[in-house]
């Protein structure tokens, strides 16, 4: 004999969600678990044969108030990815509705939990229910869901959006997360897919206390990974792939907010010094913009302004404002030379030939323009 539960939910909430969401959900469920009790490692297996997938918790346990939306465990655990007490019950509602069967043991309390989708007299529409009845499940400890129906396509596709299911070679791994090559764009918490950002290089596997996520678990500020990212960057030491992107004559979000956590002595910083130099030589000067050019240009001899991307200047140009001080200035009452061989032009123009004019006139020019 079963019990019913209503959950009011219309079947058409999250009309996005499927398969590859429903079972994210139950994932990070059984991870968060993972962050209470140590031992209590999420296990996961797929059997072919039967089209059956697997997931089990040997230390968890479900209460039924948790059937209640809002109901949670969760709550204010920065280290919880779900944290709205909605993450199960979604996940019920999607697969089933994908037409993926799901049955949970409740071992503990031997209870078979069934969810299904079907007609309700109270409430004249189809809604969301558990059916909970009492029955031996062969084990008695933790929580095992299995879900039916999983094709082999469908195991690649939860692979591709489950790091947890899959084999990643992260660029590194630090205190933030995993910087991923072979994810350009995708963001994961905690190993599972919320979003892809187009504009980002790299994917990222952050840690869930470091990025908030919305309620849908796909809305991503774009600042808020900027900000995770270009922290995670300078935390991997890679300074070389840290100096080729700041080189890039667009910003690469990835990096945008690198120099808010670089300093003179770090690593990032030495690299793209020694770069700048190397390319440019020992009196190149680095500045930003057309008017910053003009300016050093215009004031300091021995100096060879070089406009660089936005990134690399916030980070070197400290280390190099100090010259400024140093440098030999120009004497501002000295007369340019582009001035001095039109003095010179206008003296002895009236003793050259036609075309030795048009070409004192051009040389003129081109001294106009490098002092500029």
């Given amino acids: 004999m079963s019990k019913r539960y209503e959950l009011s939910v219309s079947p058409d909430y999250v009309p996005d969600w499927g398969l590859v969401e429903g079972v994210r959900e139950l994932f990070q469920n059984g991870l968060d678990a993972e962050q209470e009790i140590a031992e209590n490692f999420l296990e996961w297996r797929y059997t072919e044969e039967t089209q059956r997938l697997l997931l089990k918790s040997p230390k968890s346990t479900l209460a039924r108030d948790t059937l209640l939306f809002g109901k949670s465990t969760k709550r204010d655990k920065a280290e919880a990815i779900g944290q709205f007490g909605e993450g199960y019950k979604l996940a019920f509602l999607a697969l089933v509705r994908a037409g993926y069967p799901v049955t949970l043991y409740e071992c503990p309390k031997n209870e078979i939990w069934k969810p299904n989708i079907v007609y309700s007299e109270k409430y004249g529409c189809d809604l969301l229910v558990v059916d909970i009845s009492k029955g031996f499940v062969g084990s008695n400890e933790g929580i095992s869901i299995i879900i039916d129906n999983i094709t082999l396509d469908d195991v690649h596709k939860l692979q591709e959006a489950n790091l947890h ?45 470091f990025l908030t996520i919305g309620r849908d678990r796909d809305l991503i500020s774009d600042f808020n990974l900027a900000w995770v990212t270009s922290q995670m960057w300078e935390d991997s030491g890679l300074a070389g792939l840290i100096n080729g992107m700041a080189k890039e004559s667009e910003i690469v979000e990835d990096i945008r907010y690198v120099d808010r956590f670089t300093s003179k002595s770090s690593p990032v910083t030495k690299t793209m010094i020694a770069d700048f130099i190397g390319n440019h030589g020992k009196i190149a000067f680095p500045v930003s913009s057309q008017s910053e050019y003009k300016m050093v240009k215009k004031n300091y001899k021995k100096l060879k302004p070089i406009i660089i ?28 030379v582009s001035l001095r061989l039109t003095d010179i032009y206008d003296a002895v123009g009236k003793h050259l030939t036609s075309k030795q004019k048009i070409q004192f006139a051009k040389a003129i020019e081109d001294v106009k323009h490098l002092e500029e």
């Fill in 165 to 209: 299911m899959g084999i990643r070679s992260p660029v590194h791994k630090g205190f933030f997360g995993e910087i991923l090559e072979s994810s350009k764009g995708k963001v994961f918490v905690n190993g599972l897919y919320v979003g892809t950002k187009e504009n980002f290089k790299y994917g990222y596997n952050i840690r869930p206390e």
């Fill in 309 to 336: 991307p936005e990134v690399q200047y916030k980070i070197i140009y400290s280390s190099f404002s100090s010259v400024l001080q140093t440098a030999e200035r120009r004497d501002p009452t000295e007369k340019k």
